[in-house]
């Protein structure tokens, strides 16, 4: 009989368990998604790949719990996960784009949608961000999107405070340069 109670504790403790690593990542999903799928959407400019990292991110923090749980800060965890993600689907968006146009000669293009509800003048910045080269791009998406300090971005990068310094003041230079040429809607 006292085995039996037991194994009913045994479960039930499972069960409670479960219900509450659910309720935290569900809490955790609620707080970040939305910041997470905007971080992810400037470095892809795609909506449907930003949502698809985002997605993968919460889904491999799910299969670590038990390790993930202990993180000191998991909102920055999943975002250092969702831009590697991120980085690593813009690699392999180039390596396709490239063999497409071998292919069939011509270049794939998409259509976001985060630019509903935003002004012409963020939609022609965010337009010159996704210009960038990546690193650049990461760095420009979490300073301003994320408002991150320059180490922070450095931790998230697993780069120097140093690279991050170089790489935001050549994207603001770049950026100066695009948003104030002629035609682009950046000049006065």
Not at 82 to 91: D, Q
Not at 109 to 134: F, K, N, Q
Request: charge should be positive.
């Amino acid at each position: 009989m006292i085995a039996t109670i037991t194994v009913m504790d045994t479960a039930d403790q499972s069960a409670a368990n479960a219900r509450r690593r659910e309720d935290a990542i569900l809490n955790l999903f609620d707080q970040q998604y939305t910041r997470l799928r905007g971080l992810a959407y400037v470095m892809l400019g795609d909506s449907g790949l930003a949502e698809e990292v985002v997605m993968e991110a919460f889904a491999k923090v799910f299969s670590i719990w038990p390790r993930f749980r202990r993180t000191d800060s998991p909102a920055a965890y999943l975002r250092q996960v969702v831009v590697n993600m991120s980085r690593g689907k813009l690699r392999r968006r180039r390596v396709e784009s490239r063999a497409g146009a071998l292919l069939h000669g011509r270049s794939q293009s998409r259509a976001p949608d985060w630019e509903a509800g935003r002004s012409d003048a963020d939609i022609d910045v965010w337009r010159a961000v996704g210009t960038l080269p990546e690193r650049q791009r990461a760095c420009v998406a979490l300073r301003y999107l994320e408002d991150m300090t320059e180490r922070e971005i450095a931790e998230t990068l697993d780069c120097s405070v140093g690279t991050v310094k170089s790489q935001l003041s050549r994207a603001r230079k770049r950026l100066a340069e695009i948003l104030d040429a002629p035609g682009s809607g950046g000049g006065a």
